[in-house]
């Protein structure tokens, strides 16, 4: 397909900021409205595409140009993370949440990107997420790291904090941190990425095996990732495009959904959920849901999901 091929956005300038330069221009700036400063960056190469794993981790990536403008505020950190618009943001943080927003079940754990040796509170880069109002079914979620927070009571600034894992169609408990202060989302961080990057890999090396054989066959039973049930009512149809855009490096990543849920990237590796092909292709945790749209309507992963769940009345 001609949306799949490579096109390297050669009259662009360098946007992939490092972690650390990342850091410096958002430092300061926490107290500024989202309203009134967003990013002036360069529009993406059409139809580029990342044909092997690329990471904000490169040694060889190149800070932001002064034409492309500066990281202020939430609104701009969204934008060149190729974030969802809804998706708060913890690190680099803004405000440090101590107890759930009313009527939230938990934080669904959006993007985790942590540089060098885990236990330096100085390497968490990013933690992003989004508050889901109830518990959603696994089933649809499969993969999915979700965050709740339960404050100790009104008079101590400190929370419990657990960590669930939708794995086989049921919500697994990862972890539980006792008695934490504002620090909460450094201390999970490690945790929070690890799980990510096992789960997506996991869906990532079924998805191989099959793309592997000289015949492609379809995946099953628990490879299926959730995909399929969209593809089965019709939401998704085999052969849809859907894409990335990522003003951070300049490029839009195009994905294709196979008959069987199976998310193919550009360069022909298969995932069989969208949050391990988003895995690779950045190089850290991320949600896939969220950030891949549909090319024929801009429509997310994520929208068609919570209309999957419209539907079924969940």
Request: some cysteine.
């Amino acid at each position: 397909m001609s949306a799949l091929t490579t096109q390297p956005p050669h009259h662009l300038p360098s946007l992939s900021a490092t972690p650390e330069h990342r850091h410096e221009q958002l430092k300061g700036n926490a107290a500024m409205s989202t309203e009134h400063n967003t990013a002036e960056t360069s529009d993406p190469a059409p139809d580029a595409v990342v044909a092997a794993p690329e990471s904000v981790h490169r040694a060889d990536s190149a800070a932001p140009s002064a034409d492309s403008g500066h990281i202020n505020g939430e609104a701009a950190l969204r934008d060149w993370e190729g974030l969802p618009a809804d998706t708060g943001i913890i690190i680099p943080t803004f405000v440090t949440p101590m107890r759930q927003p009313e009527n939230t079940w938990a934080l669904l754990v959006q993007a985790v990107d942590i540089i060098g040796d885990f236990d330096n509170a100085e390497e968490v880069e990013l933690f992003v997420g989004d508050w889901l109002r109830d518990q959603p079914p696994a089933d649809l979620f499969d993969g999915d790291l979700v965050v709740r927070v339960t404050p100790l009571d009104d008079t101590v600034v400190a929370v419990d904090v657990e960590m669930l894992l939708a794995r086989h169609s049921r919500w697994h408990r990862v972890g539980v941190w006792l008695h934490l202060g504002t620090a909460w989302p450094v201390i999970l961080a490690p945790t929070a990425a690890t799980v990510m990057e096992l789960s997506t890999g996991v869906t990532e090396l079924s998805a191989r095996q099959d793309a592997a054989a000289p015949s492609v066959s379809p995946l099953a039973g628990s490879d299926r990732g959730a995909v399929s049930a969209l593809l089965d009512v019709g939401l998704v149809k085999p052969g849809d495009e859907f894409l990335w855009e990522r003003r951070n490096n300049s490029v839009r990543h195009i994905a294709r959904i196979r008959a069987d849920g199976a998310v193919v990237l550009a360069d022909g590796r298969v995932f069989a959920t969208p949050s391990g092909a988003a895995t690779a292709l950045c190089g850290y945790g991320q949600n896939g849901w969220g950030v891949f749209r549909r090319v024929s309507d801009g429509r997310s992963l994520a929208d068609l999901r919570r209309a999957l769940r419209a539907q079924r009345g969940q």
